[in-house]
């Protein structure tokens, strides 16, 4: 290098901020978009841009001492990425599965709560009968780490005895009684949202927790046993809503802001490890004079 000649920086910081959070993004969108239909296609799409892009600059980064940013961007993008399923993930099972559960599925008009579930198996909405409602006073919350599984039981005013639906919630009610979960306090609601049990996945292996599903029929079961209430070992369990467009309308904001916040926390996180790796890069040329 000649003398007074001012070292050439190999890379623009920026490219630490933007790409990682684009790689995050990108992989975001492909899990909420496709882990529905293809959970092969998420791992192809991860796959290619590791091949194609990500690998050969941690190759060219490590093989050669003076492509520091490479080796940084490339392990960073590869980071991003994963994170990105991950989210994307979370955003898939707290969100997008529920959507397409209501979407994917039949929806049943004037329901009584006497009929077997297994009548509307298939069933993606219920709408109930006008005699029908949910009896908040026979509520029971279950704690686990999660939050306060709850339940109670829908009644028929005009034919009382077996109960074969449930309808339930989380974070919505007391150990016992007071159970406001969904639409419940709105008299002019009578539609559920059905909850199906979620069929084991690898995806499982990345969101770990508690099976919401069964959770919410042990709060069931319990409701039952404490107020005597006659109900099936498969009764049917649903959200509790007014209209369930509004449901969806809500499942589908709350992915999309999501994965913008997650995106943005991404963001504003890569701007410190941008600077780090910049001031990095600087001392290794300045030692190369």
Excluded at 177 to 200: L, S, Y
Aim: overall charge negative; proline content about 6%.
């Amino acid at each position: 290098m000649r003398d007074g000649q001012e070292p050439k920086r190999p890379m623009v910081p920026w490219g630490f901020v933007f790409g990682p959070t684009l790689s995050f993004g990108t992989m975001f969108l492909v899990v909420v978009l496709l882990q529905r239909w293809s959970p092969v296609a998420v791992v192809v799409v991860y796959m290619f841009l590791f091949l194609i892009i990500w690998a050969p600059m941690v190759f060219v980064g490590s093989a050669r001492a003076r492509k520091l940013p490479f080796f940084a961007l490339g392990l960073l993008n590869t980071l991003a990425s994963f994170a990105g399923i991950i989210a994307g993930l979370v955003a898939y099972h707290r969100y997008v599965l529920p959507y397409a559960s209501f979407e994917d599925h039949r929806m049943y008009s004037n329901v009584l709560t006497s009929e077997p579930p297994r009548s509307h198996a298939d069933a993606g909405v219920l709408e109930f009968a006008k005699s029908c409602h949910v009896d908040g006073s026979k509520g029971v919350g279950m704690l686990r780490e999660a939050g306060t599984f709850c339940a109670a039981p829908i009644v028929d005013d005009a034919a009382p005895g077996r109960v074969e639906y449930w309808a339930v919630g989380l974070d919505c009610c007391s150990p016992r009684g007071d159970f406001t979960c969904g639409d419940v306090e709105d008299k002019d609601a009578r539609q559920g949202a059905v909850i199906r049990p979620e069929e084991p996945s690898w995806t499982d292996y990345f969101v770990p927790g508690e099976d919401s599903y069964e959770m919410y029929h042990k709060a069931v079961k319990q409701s039952a046993a404490i107020y005597d209430v006659h109900t099936s070992d498969s009764p049917m369990m649903v959200h509790w809503v007014k209209d369930v467009r509004e449901l969806e309308h809500t499942l589908a904001l709350g992915a999309l802001l999501f994965g913008l916040l997650s995106t943005v926390a991404v963001l504003f996180l890569m701007i410190p490890v941008a600077v780090t790796v910049d001031r990095a890069t600087t001392r290794q040329l300045g030692a190369e004079k």
